[in-house]
């Protein structure tokens, strides 16, 4: 079962990292794998307690790398592009 729960969470982290880039895509995967768990647990392929653990696993890998890396912020010279290439106002013509 560890196999299994570390490469659950190492997928998370992959769609962690998506997550800023594609989210729409990334909640439809994670909606697909819980209805994909969902199905396997309703045939009886896997256990409750199994889908649970993984699919835990999976949003914990989201969650860690959500909070541990990280935002995008603006350049250290953003404020002199902006002095640059600030639009000119066209008011007095």
């Known amino acids: 079962m560890l196999p299994s729960l570390t490469a659950a969470f190492f997928l998370g982290l992959l ?12 909640i439809v995967l994670l909606a697909g794998i819980a209805v ?4 396997l647990e309703r045939v009886g392929h896997i256990d409750s307690s199994s889908v649970l653990l993984l699919y ?9 790398w959500s909070l541990t890396t990280p935002t995008a912020s603006l350049p250290r010279c ?5 002095r640059l290439f600030k639009p ?3 008011v007095g013509l």
């Open 78 to 82: 953003h404020h002199l592009f902006m």
């Open 15 to 26: 769609c962690g990292a998506e997550l800023s880039f594609f989210p729409l895509s990334v």
């Open 36 to 39: 994909g768990f969902s199905l």
């Open 56 to 64: 835990v696993s999976l949003l914990s890998g989201v969650v860690y």
């Open 88 to 90: 000119q106002s066209s």
